[in-house]
């Protein structure tokens, strides 16, 4: 079985200031993350993912994630952010090799402030 | 374009009247799957379907069914809604395999009354 826990469910921060957005998993196999996001009333979409290689992996808009096998962490960064970043973001992950077993976190509210 | 596409998009409906939220998608994609999102749980998923008549219950199948007569039709039935199914639901689909991106629908905000 695998689970993921988001941290924080809301994070309000100024605008222009760096943000980082944490999620934990655990799994017993090898797995893939994803970070989506949901801005009101659309569905989700893809912002990036981790699936090998490299542990810092960079996403659309700005926003990085680094993989922590060790702390079995893949928080969500960005160095400065915009109002337009207000959204939901959701962490997911997904065993290697297994259709079903795409879990996803209860979600951030990342509400960005003038 | 490439989309995963719902429909309705908004219904309010009454306890016990059967209802069927459709997807479709246009991207030849074998694994399609429903989710549903409330408030603090995050997505959970519904059903899931690898291939063409192939289907698998999720983490909350109770009250639904689903069909996948077609590749690109996965729809989701409600055969007797009840108020607990209140919800916003979510059909996704992509390629076969556990590290492709899912593409989600735009949603289906589903009232039971």
């Known amino acids: 079985a695998q689970s993921v826990t988001q941290l924080d469910s809301q994070v309000p921060v100024f605008e222009e200031a760096p943000v980082e957005l944490r999620c934990n998993y655990s799994?017993?196999?090898?797995?893939?993350l994803f970070w989506y996001v949901q801005y009101p009333n659309q569905g989700l979409q893809l912002l990036l993912k981790?699936?090998?290689?490299?542990?810092l992996v960079k996403g659309i808009n700005g926003f990085e994630a680094e993989f922590n096998k060790s702390q079995t962490s893949f928080h969500l960064r960005k160095p400065s952010v915009h109002i337009s970043d207000t959204a939901e973001y959701f962490c997911?992950?997904?065993?290697?090799?297994?259709?079903?077993?795409?879990?996803f976190g209860s979600g951030t509210q990342l509400t960005v402030l003038p | 374009e490439a989309q995963v596409t719902q429909n309705p998009r908004y219904l309010i409906t009454v306890t016990g009247k059967k209802l069927t939220v459709t997807c479709s998608q246009n991207?030849?994609?074998?694994?399609m799957s429903w989710y549903r999102q409330d408030p603090g749980l995050g997505l959970r998923q519904i059903y899931y379907?690898?291939?063409?008549?192939?289907?698998d219950k999720g983490d909350v199948p109770e009250g639904y069914k689903v069909s996948r007569k077609e590749k690109r039709n996965f729809p989701l039935i409600l055969e007797s809604p009840s108020p607990n199914q209140t919800s916003l639901y979510f059909c996704?689909?992509?390629?076969?395999?556990?590290?492709?991106?899912?593409?989600f629908g735009e949603g289906s905000w589903l009232t039971v009354v």
């Open positions: 996704a689909s992509r390629r076969q395999g556990g590290g492709n991106t899912i593409y």
């Open positions: 799994s017993s196999v090898s797995v893939y």
């Open positions: 981790y699936l090998s290689g490299s542990t």
């Open positions: 997911a992950v997904s065993g290697s090799g297994s259709a079903r077993q795409l879990t």
């Open positions: 991207m030849n994609h074998e694994y």
């Open positions: 379907s690898m291939n063409v008549e192939v289907t």
